[in-house]
């Protein structure tokens, strides 16, 4: 079975732009979160979505959002590019079967801000 | 609010040494615990997660942690330390299931794991 897949891979920006980054859930998992992971830290909470609806949020400004399709896959936006926004944007997806604590990462997209 | 702090930024021990890394832990509820490895440009991959049965646990590449209530401690430990284990380790507690609970992770900082041969 496919795991959680991520793209890009990589990503170059400058300040002031936007971003799109795209993630792909385990197959049968409908719930799907995102974390920024800083160069020597550990990652940090973004967004959770569950059935399309958000279903928490991290201390982040509003220039990121997110959202869920139908198939469940997501995106995580992020408008107005700081040189801080650069990290690894990871993304896991998880089941309600597991109560959703089992979260099953994918590779991230390192996104680099110029 | 929950919290994890991982104690020791770096470990250095020598192939077939223990490896023991430190991590307490914060929350108001009881919690889940999790270790997680990250090798370099690589996502997390999960190593063992203690939900609330057993309070020794263990894991995947022969590494092990212990829930000790009293210390709000859940340390990993591995007898044999190998070249393969040199990677990142990051602590994680999430909330139980149910509720508003959707499993959000809160990390620690990490704590890199250096194998001298």
């Known amino acids: 079975d496919a795991g959680v897949t991520q793209s890009p891979t990589h990503l170059i920006k400058t300040r002031g732009q936007h971003v799109t980054l795209r993630c792909s859930p385990i197959?049968?998992?409908?719930?799907v979160s995102w974390y920024q992971q800083v160069l020597g830290q550990g990652p940090q909470f973004i967004f959770q979505?569950?059935?399309?609806?958000?279903?928490g949020r991290g201390n982040f400004p509003d220039r990121f959002s997110a959202r869920q399709f139908p198939n469940y896959s997501s995106e995580l936006n992020v408008n107005a590019l700081l040189l801080g926004d650069s990290a690894l944007y990871l993304c896991?997806?998880?089941?309600?079967?597991?109560?959703?604590?089992?979260?099953?990462f994918g590779p991230g997209t390192r996104l680099t801000v110029t | 609010a929950q919290s994890v702090t991982q104690l020791g930024s770096h470990v250095s021990v020598s192939e077939g040494a223990l490896v023991l890394l430190r991590c307490n832990y914060s929350?108001?509820?009881?919690?889940?615990l999790f270790w997680y490895v990250q090798y370099p440009n690589q996502g997390l991959q999960l190593l063992l997660k203690?939900?609330?049965?057993?309070?020794l646990v263990k894991g995947i590449n022969g590494f092990e942690a212990e829930f000790k209530k009293s210390e709000t401690s859940f340390h990993l430990t591995k007898p044999s330390a190998h070249m393969s284990d040199a990677a990142e380790y990051f602590c994680?507690?999430?909330?139980?299931?149910?509720?508003?609970?959707?499993?959000?992770?809160?990390f620690g900082q990490g704590t890199i794991l250096t194998v001298h041969p």
């Open positions: 896991a997806s998880s089941s309600p079967g597991q109560g959703h604590h089992e979260q099953y």
């Open positions: 197959s049968g998992h409908k719930s």
């Open positions: 979505y569950y059935e399309k609806e958000e279903r």
């Open positions: 929350s108001s509820v009881p919690p889940y």
């Open positions: 203690y939900t609330s049965a057993a309070t």
């Open positions: 994680a507690v999430s909330d139980q299931p149910g509720g508003t609970s959707y499993g959000k992770l809160t």
